[in-house]
Every structure is written in C-alpha cells, then in structure tokens.
C-alpha cells in the first residue's frame, strides 16, 4: 500500500465512523424529541422500584443510548429528583438498552441505507407535526448510521490481509492479549465518548473480513463497556456528592462485570459464539448477554452496593436535599401542596445559591468550579419545574377544594417565576464571562459600587422569598408585604443607577462598551426583583396557606369533568380582522 492508498484509507474509515456516530447523534436526539416529555415522566417513575427501574432505564439506554442516559441519570441526582440508591438500577438498564439498540445495528441493513435518509427526508418535509419531524430526522440519522458502517467495511475489504495483519494482536485466545484488546477498545470508547461507535467499528471490521472469530470482537465489547463510563464521570463535574458517587459506580459495575467476563471468556466465548453462524450477530448477542450478566451480578445488592459507593466516595458535605414531591402524598392533597411549597424553598435555595456565586463573576472572583456550579444549578431548577408541573398535574385530578384548586395554580406559577429567575442568574454569569474579556468594560470604583448595591439588594429580597416558602409560618403575607417593599425600592435605586451610567456615557467618563454591559447587568438584575414580586403577590393572595386541620384528610381521584364543547373561532378571527380594531 502506498501514500495515497494509506491515505485514502484511513480518510474513508475515520468518514464512515463520523458517519456512524453522526447518524447515531441525530437518530438518539430526534427518538428523544419524538418521545417528549413522556420519556423524561417514565424514569421520573423508575424511583418505584429497583425493576421499575432496570425496565425504564433499558428503555432510556435504547433510545439515547447508554452515555447520554447516564448523564441524564447523573441530572436527575442532582437535582435531588431521585436518590442514590434509586440510580443504580437505571444506570444497568441504560447499558442493557444500548446493547439492545446495537442488536438493531447488527442486522445487515446496510442495503436500505439511503431508503431510510430519503424517507425520513420526505417526512420532515411532508409532515408539519414536530413529532412525525423528530420521526423524519430518527430515519435520516437510522440511514446515516448504516451508511457509515458500508463506507467503513467497503474502505477495510480490499484491504483485509493487510489489515488482519496488525489487528492480529487483538485476539482473546490468551489473557495478555486480551487486556491488550480490552485496552484499545477502552481507549477509543473513552476518546470519541461511544460505545456504539465503537462496537460499530468491530461490527464494520467483521463484516469486512479482518476480525474472523468473536475472540477478536470479545475484548473490543468488554473495552467499550468500560470507556462509555467517560462521558458519565465528565458530567458529574461540579455536581452534588451523590451524582459523583452514581458516576463512579456506574464505572465500578462496568468494571466489576469486564474482569468478570475477562475471567470466565474461556467459558463464554465458545458459548455465545453457537448464538449465531454470523460473526456481526454474535458480536451483537455477546455484547447484550454480558450487560444480562452485569445485571444478574448487581441487581440483588442495589441497597448494600449504595452503601459500599458512599464509602468508596467519602464526603463530608452532606448531599443536596432530596425532592418533597413524593408520590404518596398525592392521597393526602393538603401534604401534597405543604410539600410543593417546601420544594419551591428548595429550588429557592438553589437560586440563592448561584446568585451568590453570580456576585463572584461579578468582581471576577470566581473559578471555573463556580461558574460549572451556576450551570448545573440552572439545569437542576429546569429538572424541578417540569417534575413540579407533573406532580401538580396529578395532583389536581383529585378532589380539592376551591382554594386547592386556586392554590395549586399559585404554587405553579411561583415555580415558573424561579425557573426564571434561574435563568437571569446565569445571564450574569455569561455576562461576566463576556466582560472580563473586554478591558475597556472597566466603570470607575464609585459607578461600580452604586451598582453593586442593587446585586445586594437583589440577593436580600431573594432570601426574603426563600424564607417566605415555609407551610408552617403563620406571616407568609407579612414577608410578601416586605418583599413588594423592598421591590419598589429597588425600583427607585435602579432607576437612579441606571440614569447615572447614562449620564456617564455621555461625558465619556465610561466607555460605551461598558455602558451596554451595565446596562444588561441592571436589565438582569431588576428582572430577577421583578420575579420576586410576582412570588409576592401570588403569596398575598387569600388562598395561600396551608389548613393543618385537612392535612390527614385523604381525598379519591375526582370523576372525569364534563368537557364543555370547543368554540366557534369564527367570531374570534372576525374580531382579529374588524378594520375598527386595526
């Protein structure tokens, strides 16, 4: 082989596995949209039981595969929306899932590649509904995914005795060269962050001739069991204690059950090698029969293993606070809505926290820990509110009284107000980012201090609100009241700091660069008061407090409501275009 035959190689292997993993991206993200938030309302329920929680995490692992499930997993954790113990489960199922999902891969589809990218082309542009568009994209990334593996194996084919040649290392027959495979496939799974791609690669290597024996692909399998654990480990950064120790166990089972399956190959390869006459299909059939394994091991000693994880990962800070929204207390709707404010004092908590954190990007006192812990703070109040929505949505099926009823909507809206406010807190961050990064946003140390006061007011009318969500104080109204008083101060001092900055401007005393910066800080700022007083004024209302006397009161599930008739929208779209009206 020459230059340009090495060359063009290598290029057309590196371009189809781009292509597997590209088409395995969109495949994984478009099942995801299709399925909605129903998916994400599926394994909010895998904290039932430990099968519940093998089942919805197969099926998790199947449709986004088992990196991208794992962080998800890891999110949850963080979030405070499902617990250590209540992970361990998922996290086995996301692994069996994508052996699953590779099963799929392993048939030799490759001839109906392009079918699958012009259909799914067709329905992204025939069908306006966004879910039969994610469909669209699945089929596009489905075609794409065996595209990929065609050009790989078509690339590798004439090439094969050269190839066996160096890849004759690979081979499972004695234990040195077995960790040697186990290695390389760790290595590669760890670098691209795929498993699939990288069973992918050993199915493409198969079909093309150079692996002859499935102790060749054995240690490719077990290796890329290993490396997929990365991505979950990366994610977990700057996450909660309990979040790293579902990471790093995560990692541990996977290679508990990979020095188990290196162990027993002598046994296992001759077995799962009679699953099937093809090489590609008993690559498929090992790869899901030692997830099986890997379940089988862990899944009597999920409470002890819990344990053994909390040890192996000592902390001393303690873990974040669990969720209240638990599901039993939906019989109960008066503890159902005591526990919904306790949950809007902890994403209140959350919030107060980044703010803090916020104040130190401010006066660029920060480190890159700090402005990950921002972020994930942001992601974990996103996670709470679409938990918060489901657990309202179930809530109000039962029968409540008219406050109740009133009340549950109050309570929704001061969760979309903090998920707001999370969101303002960290456009100070990355508005920090952005200004250390631009010297002439520098403003004089009394303009900066006059600003500065209004963070400080923000962050005390925040606490206020944290303080506020209590079912058991009796002066909820009262520390409303202080809270719209506090606003509407801070409405004045805004008002006057911002008149100062343009003052400033236009004396040239401030760069305009810096007068636009300010003036998204101030614009942030005041918007984060401005949700604060929406929280105010949901709490002034007369429905809002908790009635100790019905907290035991256990209400049914109410019948189903009489749906009234859909209106005419004639009327309405003759209003919308009265020439008087325009």
Known sequence: MDGSQLFFLIFAVLGGLALFILGMGIMSDSLRVAAGPGLRTLLSKATANRFAGLALGTLLGFLVHSSAASVMLVGFINAGLMSLAQAVAPMLGTNLGTSLS??????????????GIVAGLVLQMAIPNPRGKSIGRALVGFGLLFLGMKTMSEAIAPHRDLLRQYLVIIDGHTLPSRLLGVGLAFALTAIIQSSGATIGMAFALADAGVFDSLWQTYPVVIGAQIGTCATALLGSIGTGIDSRRAAAGNLLTNVVNAALSILLAPLWVPLFARTSPDLVRQTANTHTLLMIQNCLVFMPVIPLYAVLLRKIVPSRVPPPEPSHLLPELLEYPEKAIAACIRELHRVAKICLHSLRLAGQTILYAYTPKDV???????????????????????????????????????????????????????????LSLRRKKAPEAIVDADSFGKFF??????????????????????????????????????????????????????????????????SEYLAAIDRIVRHARNIALSEQQPQFWIKRSKLDKHMDLSPEPAVPPLVDPKDFLDRMHDEDDL
Do not use: W
Not at 384 to 408: C, G, H, N, P, T
């Open 372 to 430: 990950q812990a921002i972020r994930l703070g942001e992601q974990a109040v996103n996670e709470i509110k679409l938990a918060m929505k489901d657990y309202l949505a179930a809530l109000v099926r039962r029968r409540l009284s008219q406050r109740q009823a009133i009340l549950a909507q109050h309570i929704d809206r001061c969760m979309s107000d903090l998920e707001r406010i999370g969101d303002h807190v960290e456009t100070l961050c990355n």
């Open 102 to 115: 590779m099963q799929l891969v392993s048939f030799r589809l490759t001839d109906y590649c392009y079918a």
């Open 453 to 518: 006061q209004l963070y400080e007011s923000a962050f005390r009318i925040l606490r206020q609100v944290s303080s506020s969500f209590d079912p058991d104080r009796d002066d909820i109204r009262e520390i409303a009241q202080q809270i719209l008083q506090a606003r509407d101060a801070h409405g004045q001092a805004s008002l006057d700091v911002r008149t100062l900055f343009n003052e400033k401007v236009a004396r040239r005393e401030i760069t305009p660069t810096a007068g636009i910066f300010f």
